[in-house]
């Protein structure tokens, strides 16, 4: 298993980002080098008999979001093809490297754990950041970082920080100061990196907790029972100091499936009683809640024009932006604008297989084991997290989005090591299911923003 530990060396880059707070660290490339030992790993693991090269349902059809987003570039915005292609091609080998080296249960699990603690860490910073004291921070110099740097004054409220020298043309705001450097934005907790927003940040926490879940269930103890408490309820008061609704859906939608299993309909209505604080004491209203949601359709808008314009190819992968000033804040909108309507129907295929895959082995057909199931409930309540909230944040090329449907690719393989007949075949049904999903999702969308709009 000589993958696991650069895929761990990874995992903690992307999650933890030690480079952007630890000035020494950001001079060296580690995403990069941490690729390349994971590959190093694969090649061993391969080569010594651990693992053997094989596909997985999700396989072409990534291998073709991906190879469409090249063509879309190369067709509408070739000057941009380097560095567009350079940060997709890490949310690319991220799913190689997780679904390609991690081939049993028992890889599966340890990778699991990585990332509940993980998870469970940054959950934390950000109950901590919610309790910390308020101090000044200004807009960070590096003028390609939204990083807020604390200046060392306290602060009540805003106001307090325009007293005394200050720098001219220097924007101020009163926010909490937490652990690594990180700080609140309107009093919002976050992270770092592809963890600054808000939003991102609560939904990231939110599907690390069925991990927890399914290590309670592969052995009732009570530390594990401990932890899925701990869990739930550190999640829930991130999630709302996060002030994120889409981070609420998300949690709510990850409880859901659990219940829903356990309970069936009643498990709904359980569920929501459950996450019910939740989305009482989390949610934004007032103007900015409202402006943000204005802004959102604006942008669905845009998405469905730059589509109109050219629905082949649309914009060209990363160019949205050029269009809008901000993103679309909905990664099926995001696709369709920057990629046409056949890029659309790969990144769906994708999504779509990654819940065929889990929903297969919970069928009564399958006969799959429990220790199967159990694995495969908890990927299907964290996909069923991550795409609640994809219609609402751009998700479609995040690194952890990617990292998620590599762990699919990866149950997939140990569900065929313990049952070697088993398949998810790729049928003409499934593709027609694609398109009528995204047919109805889009005519949806469409109406619903004539109202809106």
Known sequence: MFAIPGLVGILF??????????????????????????AIGCALDVRRGFARLQSNPLLPWAGAYFGWAFVTLAVK?????????????????LFLMVAGSLQTLRSLRIMATVLLCLSLSITLVGVHQAFAPLGCVKQSDDPTSDQLVPDG??????????????EAGVEYRCEHIGLAGTTSVLHRVRYRGIMQDPNELAVIVSIGVPFAIALLEMRKTLPRALLVAFSVAATGLCTIFTQSRSGQLAFMAVLGVYFLRRWKALGLVL??????????LGGRSGDSADESTMSRYEAWDVAFE???QSP?????KGQFTEFHERTAHNSMMLA??????????????????????????????SNAPPLVRLWATALLSA????????????????????????LVGALYAGARELMPDFRVASTAKDLLAVVAIDGVLLVFLKAYLRTKV
């Open 13 to 38: 880059l992307v999650y933890i980002r030690p480079q952007e707070f630890i000035p020494i660290l950001g001079r060296v490339p580690w995403i990069y080098i941490g690729l390349l030992l994971a």
């Open 77 to 93: 915005a070739p000057w941009d093809i380097l560095s567009e292609m350079l940060g997709s091609m890490v949310s690319l080998c």
């Open 153 to 166: 004054r306290s602060c009540e409220e805003r106001e307090d920080c325009y007293e005394g020298n200050l």
């Open 271 to 280: 569920a929501a009683l459950v996450a019910g604080p939740v989305m009482m």
């Open 306 to 308: 730059l589509a109109r």
């Open 312 to 316: 082949i190819f649309g914009m060209g």
């Open 336 to 365: 369709l604008g920057e990629l046409g309507l056949v890029g659309l129907f790969f990144w769906s295929a994708v999504v779509y297989f990654a819940f065929k895959v889990p929903m297969t082995l919970l069928s009564g057909r």
């Open 383 to 406: 996909m069923c997290g991550l795409m609640v909230s994809s219609m609402f944040l751009s998700f479609s090329d995040h690194n952890i989005f990617w990292i998620y449907l590599g």
